[in-house]
């Protein structure tokens, strides 16, 4: 499925190749996001867990929603949400990446503004995400009216994810 906001085209994820190129996008926006907030080992072991082809394949099959945004036959972004809570309603978006010279373009603000509507239309109350707490997109979030609802501590292997979960209504 493909849909087209303004000069965005949202595509959803359907196959390996759609798979690949949310690799390489997120080989492209993963270190630099990270370089200063986490060691290198860490980006290089939490990219193999999470990024690597079999990983995002078997988030796929786990209901994990993914949708790439192109601008100009350009993958610019990506994103990805599963329903978190169903009794309450709660999505959580648990990847969102830009190109890093396509940030504070609107991307970010237009991609959020799609998921909502993806899924508002299946009943959603709350969008939920998780943000480590010294990610500058904290500032983003807040300012597209995202609320820091807890901060939380997540063992991760040998880490720990230091994070704010952020919520805002559907």
């Known amino acids: 499925m493909t849909q087209i ?3 965005l085209e949202f595509k ?12 390489q996008l997120a080989a ?3 270190p630099a996001t990270y370089a200063n907030i986490i060691s290198q080992a860490q980006i290089d072991f939490m990219f193999e867990k999470m990024y690597a082809l079999p990983a995002l394949a ?7 929603t993914f949708w790439i945004v192109w601008r100009d036959g350009q993958a610019v972004g990506f994103v990805s949400y599963i329903l978190s809570n169903a009794a309450a309603q709660v999505w959580k978006i648990q990847k969102l990446y830009c190109l890093p010279q396509k940030q504070k373009s609107g991307l970010g603000r237009a991609t959020i503004d799609f998921v909502r509507e993806q899924i508002r239309q299946q009943g ?13 997109a904290l500032h983003f979030y807040q300012k597209y009216g995202f609320e820091i609802a807890q901060t939380v501590d997540i063992p991760y ?14």
Not at 124 to 136: D, E, G
Request: hydrophobic fraction near 40%; avoid cysteine.
């Open 124 to 136: 959603a109350k709350t969008l939920i995400l998780n943000v480590n707490r010294y990610n500058s």
């Open 28 to 30: 492209q926006t993963w």
């Open 5 to 7: 906001i303004s000069n």
């Open 157 to 170: 292997y040998d880490y720990v994810l230091n994070d704010y979960v952020m919520q805002i209504a559907v």
């Open 12 to 23: 959803q994820v359907s196959n390996p190749e759609d798979l690949a190129v949310i690799h």
């Open 58 to 64: 078997a988030q796929l099959t786990e209901g994990h």
